[in-house]
């Protein structure tokens, strides 16, 4: 099994930032990628951004060039910085990781963190 944590979510104000984490623990013996997505009401769940073990990373158009995906490896730990926000981006963001877990390869959830943009 492999549980997933997030953190940093909360309420900003548009022009703001925020640092979003993902921690990954459990039975890992390798992760393949690492991601985030977010979700309002109505709306599909949709990729934010996305980074592979090899440091390769994919932006959604509407976040390019405002939003970092970064990784710390040792720990298993995905950052999403997010930069420039408006109401827009006001979402339920969860982060999503490819693991290899030996008996297992599949991808796991987090259990989401509230972003809302407001003044």
């Known amino acids: 099994q492999v549980q997933l944590v997030e953190s940093g979510g909360g309420l900003v104000q548009p022009g703001g930032s925020l640092r979003l984490s993902c921690a990954a623990s459990g039975r890992i013996v390798r992760i393949d990628a690492m991601a985030w997505y977010r979700q309002t009401p109505g709306k599909e769940r949709e990729l934010v951004a996305t980074?592979?073990?090899?440091?390769?990373?994919v932006y959604a158009d509407s976040v390019k060039g405002r939003f970092t995906i970064s990784t710390d490896n040792a720990k298993n730990t995905v950052f999403l910085h997010m930069d420039s926000l408006n109401s827009g981006d006001t979402a339920i963001y969860y982060c999503?990781?490819?693991?290899?877990?030996?008996?297992?390869?599949?991808?796991?959830w987090g259990q989401g963190t509230q972003v809302t943009v407001s003044s």
């Open positions: 999503n990781v490819l693991v290899d877990s030996g008996s297992i390869y599949g991808g796991y």
């Open positions: 980074i592979t073990s090899g440091g390769s990373t």
